[in-house]
């Protein structure tokens, strides 16, 4: 009996022990898949996240409430989370918050399932091109219960923001090619201006005074990139001050007289590609954009035909002749303007006469209202509207276009374009695109003393540029297109505000940390 009772005990501590080893097997795999389940749910969140702000990528980051509000995220309690607060992730400490932003936080919960848990996201879209993201998975498996987060940063990929040249073919000749870069939202980067505005923001411009040297502000920069939408680029001899870049696994060439790199090495007459300035990792393609509305025969009546009209039912475009309220006075063919209450001037502001056929005005701000030109535009257009947009069906010959501060226009163009003079006299590329329309490829030139400021976005289409002129630039902006040959002098000065101009096409992660 004492041996059958010790028998039982040990076997008793035996099973004891296998089913408490079984009991913590049970919950360690149990937390195990647990935990996993909250990483997932969490990574189910930034997935709703990214859902959001690419499906509000192409408006302001203003107008996201109606659109994050009919999809069932918070946009009551914004301040709430303004001191949200997670763990150390980099080296600047703990208690990590976004008690500082400037935009609005967004937040919603989610259950994916109730017996298997949940996801909380919050969304501090406080810029246009970059989201900041954190993600909160819950999961429960009984009455375990564990969480797991995630930080996130996206930005926008936009279809127009090429960082300056991209074409098909590429063709330099000569060795008068200088393609650089700037800012013109920084005063580090650009002539910095007071007094002139874009949607309300001050903004810098071009000149060739900006230094060589970024330490010594204002200076140019060697941001631009020169990309070919295949695997080869062959540079010639153009001075980039930048970078060039092919498709995946493509080479490149830079001529004898050529030279490719950052500021010192361009300006410093070094030739010859500088080590780290070639990229082959363009995966990105371009297509031309669809002209938004259909225009009939029935309605091709006059060189302008205005399809909205503005302010108390008065027609936005204009002829001279006549006085309009928007502080425009227009009279013998003489136009003057009286912006910001300034008195009565030129729209640059130096006192003298100027002459335009067309003036665009009165119209609504944040609206894109279009107008449409039957024949060739080849007359002097001033515009003092915001979110302008032209139709130009049979293209554009040398056409004057003055833009008031504060203004922009786009023009769709189906026709063939040649620049002979000044285009954009805001100096903004901003406030100047032009593009070209699916299905309807055309050629766009420039010759002389052309000098334009510009986004020119023609994926369809042949750009060529027949020399520089003598100005203090030549062309400003960017160039998006399908073949783009430059002859004799020629400059390419890349904005670098367009890279978050353009509506972004998409947003994607660039940054995915697990944090506390």
Known sequence: MIATAILAVFVAGFLGTYLLIVSNEYR??????????????????????????????????????????????????????????????????????????SGLIYHVRRFVDPALGYYDVYINNSNTTTNEILCVGTATNGPLSLTRKIYLKAVTISQAGADGLVANVLTFN????????????????????????????????????????????????????????????????????????????????????????????????????????????????????????????SIQTDVFLPLATGANGVTNVIRIGCIYSNGILVNNGLLYTNKNNNGWSLPDGNGGLATYDYVITNQPAATNNIYYARDTLNIPIFVDAPYSVLYASNGMSSPTITINTNCDLTIYTGGDVTFGTTVNNTALARALTINDILGKPIEITASGNASGVSKIFAPSSTVKFNGGGNNTYDIIGEIVCRSATFNGHFNLHFDESLKTASPAQQFTVVSWKEVQ
């Open 28 to 101: 360690a795999v149990a937390r195990s898949q647990t935990w996993n389940s909250a990483i997932s749910m969490a990574e189910s969140g930034a997935e709703d996240a990214l859902a959001l702000i690419n499906k509000t990528k192409d408006t302001s980051i203003t107008d996201w409430v109606l659109s994050a509000k009919a999809d069932g995220w918070d946009t009551n309690n914004q301040t709430t989370y303004q001191h949200l607060q997670w763990g150390s992730y980099t080296s600047a400490g703990t208690n990590n918050h976004w008690n500082s932003t």
């Open 174 to 297: 000569g060795n008068n090619v200088t393609i650089d870069s700037f800012d013109s939202s920084t005063s580090a980067h650009s002539i910095w201006h007071t007094n002139l505005f874009f949607h309300g923001a001050n903004y810098g411009t071009w000149t060739n005074t900006l230094s060589y040297n970024s330490n010594t502000i204002p200076s140019r920069t060697a941001n631009v990139h020169v990309a070919a939408e295949t695997n080869y680029i062959d540079v010639g001899n153009a001075n980039i001050y930048g970078y060039i870049n092919t498709m995946p696994g493509g080479t490149q060439n830079v001529g004898n007289q050529g030279s490719v790199g950052d500021l010192d090495w361009v300006h410093s007459n070094h030739n010859g590609l500088q080590p780290g300035h070639f990229r082959d990792d363009l995966n990105s393609t371009w297509s031309s954009k669809v002209f938004p509305i259909h225009f009939t025969n």
